[in-house]
C-alpha cells in the first residue's frame, strides 16, 4: 500500500529485550514526574529538586507544567539571593540566570520549535529586566540578539526566529536612549536588506523591512521630500530583485508598495503626501515597467495579476476606469483564466464584477 506516492512499510517488531528497555524508561519517566510534582508540591525549591526538573524536561521538554515547576524554583532561589539593589546580589541573580540560559541552549538546539522553550526563554530574559541593574539587563538581552541572528543564518526564513528577534530588538530599544533607539532601528534595516540579499526568496526578511521603513522615517522625522527618496529607492530594490517574476514573496512585497497610492490607505504609509497627478505618474511607469516583465515570462501568472491590481489602482486615483485600461485588464483576465484553470471561476467573477467605463 501506498499513501501520498510513498510506500508503507510494515514496522519492524521489537524484540522481548527492546519491548523492555522501552517499558523500563516509561517506568523511570514517571517516577522522576511524580518525584518532582511530590517535591514541588511541598515547596522543595532546593539545587536537587532544579537538577531533577531539568533531567525531565530534558526527556520531554513538551511538558508545560514542568516549566512552571522551573519558575516556582527559580523565583525561590531569586529571592534567596536577596534584593536586587545589592551589587552581591545582583551578581548572584545574574549568575542564576545565566546558568539557565545556559540549561536551554542544547534543548533548543534538539527542539527549535518547541514553544515552550522559547516561552520560557523570555521569561527568563523579562526577569533579568525585572530584578536587575539597566546595564546588566541590556547585557542579556544584547547577547540574545546576537543568539537570534545566529539562529537566522542557520535558517534564514524560519518566521518565528523573525519574530523573536522583533521582540528582543523592541525590548533593547526600550532599555536604551532615544538615540541607541533610532540607531538600533537603522541598523535592523540595513541587516534585513542583507537577508534579502542573501535570499530574495525570504519573505520574512521582506516583511520586517516593511515595519522597519514606517517607524525609521519616524524617528527621523523625515521630510516629504525624504520620504519620496525611500519610496524611489524601495521601487528600484524590488525591480531589480524582480528579475525572477516567478518568486511570489517578491510580489508580496510589491503589492505591499502598492498601498502608498491607495488612497484609502495612503495617510498610513512611507509616502502619504504625494500629490494625485504624482500618484499616477507612478502607477503608470510601474504598469509600463510590469509590462517589461512579460518579455520572456508570458506564463507568469503574478505579472498579470500586478498589473490588474495597478491598473485598478489607476481607475480609483483617477475617479474613474477608462475604457482602454478596462479592455486591458479584460485580456489579462482572459491569460490568467489560461494559466491558472484551478481559479478559472475567481477570475470570471472578478470580471462580472469589474466596473463599466
Known amino acids: 500500500m501506498a499513501s501520498h506516492g510513498v510506500r508503507r512499510f510494515k514496522p519492524v517488531e521489537k524484540t522481548p529485550e527492546e519491548r523492555q528497555q522501552e517499558l523500563q524508561k516509561i517506568d523511570g519517566y514517571k517516577s522522576l514526574e511524580?518525584?518532582?510534582?511530590?517535591?514541588?508540591?511541598?515547596?522543595?525549591?532546593?539545587?536537587?529538586?532544579?537538577?531533577?526538573?531539568?533531567?525531565?524536561?530534558?526527556?520531554?521538554p513538551e511538558y508545560y507544567t514542568v516549566w512552571n515547576y522551573r519558575r516556582q524554583v527559580l523565583r525561590?532561589?531569586?529571592?534567596?539571593?536577596?534584593?536586587?539593589?545589592?551589587?552581591?546580589?545582583?551578581?548572584?541573580?545574574?549568575e542564576l540566570i545565566k546558568n539557565d540560559l545556559i540549561f536551554l541552549m542544547p534543548l533548543l538546539r534538539s527542539f527549535p520549535k518547541c514553544y515552550w522553550i522559547w516561552n520560557?526563554?523570555?521569561?527568563?530574559?523579562d526577569e533579568a529586566r525585572r530584578l536587575l541593574p539597566l546595564a546588566m539587563s541590556r547585557q542579556f538581552w544584547q547577547e540574545e540578539l546576537v543568539l537570534v541572528g545566529k539562529m537566522l543564518t542557520l535558517d534564514s526564513r524560519n518566521f518565528h526566529g523573525w519574530g523573536y528577534r522583533r521582540l528582543v530588538v523592541e525590548t533593547l530599544k526600550q532599555l536604551g536612549t532615544p538615540a541607541e533607539s533610532a540607531n538600533m532601528t537603522q541598523k535592523e534595516f540595513e541587516y534585513a536588506k542583507k537577508m534579502i540579499g542573501a535570499n530574495l526568496s525570504n519573505f520574512s526578511a521582506w516583511h520586517y523591512r516593511t515595519k522597519l521603513i514606517q517607524r525609521l522615517l519616524e524617528e527621523q522625522t523625515a521630510s516629504d521630500e525624504?520620504?519620496?527618496?525611500?519610496?524611489?529607492?524601495e521601487l528600484v530594490l524590488i525591480h531589480q530583485a524582480l528579475i525572477d517574476p516567478y518568486d511570489q514573496s517578491l510580489w508580496f512585497y510589491h503589492q505591499n508598495l502598492m498601498c502608498v497610492f491607495d488612497p484609502a490607505v495612503a495617510s498610513r504609509t512611507m509616502a502619504p503626501n504625494l500629490s494625485t497627478s504624482e500618484r499616477l505618474r507612478y502607477l503608470r511607469n510601474e504598469i509600463e515597467a510590469i509590462q517589461d516583465m512579460l518579455?520572456?515570462?508570458?506564463?507568469?501568472?503574478?505579472?498579470y495579476q500586478a498589473l490588474i491590481e495597478c491598473t485598478l489602482l489607476v481607475s480609483k486615483v483617477a475617479g474613474q476606469l477608462s475604457r482602454e485600461d478596462r479592455e486591458q485588464i479584460l485580456s489579462w483576465l482572459s491569460e490568467l483564466k489560461q494559466l491558472d484553470p484551478l481559479r478559472k471561476q475567481r477570475w470570471l467573477d472578478f470580471e462580472k464584477a469589474l466596473p463599466s467605463a
Do not use: P
Open 34 to 60: 511524580r518525584l518532582v510534582s511530590d517535591k514541588v508540591a511541598q515547596q522543595e525549591y532546593t539545587v536537587d529538586t532544579l537538577k531533577e526538573i531539568s533531567d525531565l524536561l530534558s526527556r520531554n
Open 120 to 125: 520560557y526563554r523570555l521569561w527568563l530574559l
Open 226 to 233: 525624504e520620504r519620496r527618496k525611500m519610496l524611489d529607492d
Open 76 to 94: 525561590h532561589q531569586f529571592s534567596d539571593a536577596g534584593d536586587s539593589a545589592d551589587e552581591e546580589s545582583s551578581k548572584k541573580v545574574a
Open 295 to 303: 518579455d520572456g515570462a508570458e506564463d507568469c501568472k503574478y505579472i
